[in-house]
């Protein structure tokens, strides 16, 4: 849910501003400043519920062992870089701002190899996952 509010949020600032500069319409460039620092700053805090979500699964991972223990603690450190990446919001200028490349490197960057390690783990792991599930009634 806020993941995907910030994201969208985020988006739409950048098809206003994109509209209105592309458009006959004259707009300043403190204008169009503004409207792209809040688009990076929407997309620079997804890593904080993401931080939250892979917390949350790396324990799972590791505490459950329906995982590999690698593959817990890799998404654990994925939810510290996320926290790292959201931190960005506090810099105005330079790598470590919300128009630079941490925000980038490390929230999609993590978020990119959590997805492509689980589904690699789980596709080459299909049986260890036919008894995991709700009890069926007999």
Known sequence: GIV????TVGGLI???TAFRVG????VDAVTVLTLNDASNIAFALVGAPLAAFFAAQGLLMVGTKQLPDWLGIVTLVAAALEVIGSLSVLGTTGFFSPGGAA???FSLLPLGVFVLATSIVMLTRPDRFDRVGPARAS
Do not use: F, K, R
Request: aromatic share 0%; proline share 7%; net charge negative.
């Open 103 to 105: 925000p980038l490197l």
């Open 23 to 26: 458009g006959a319409e004259h």
């Open 4 to 7: 995907a509010t910030l994201a």
């Open 14 to 16: 950048s098809i206003t």
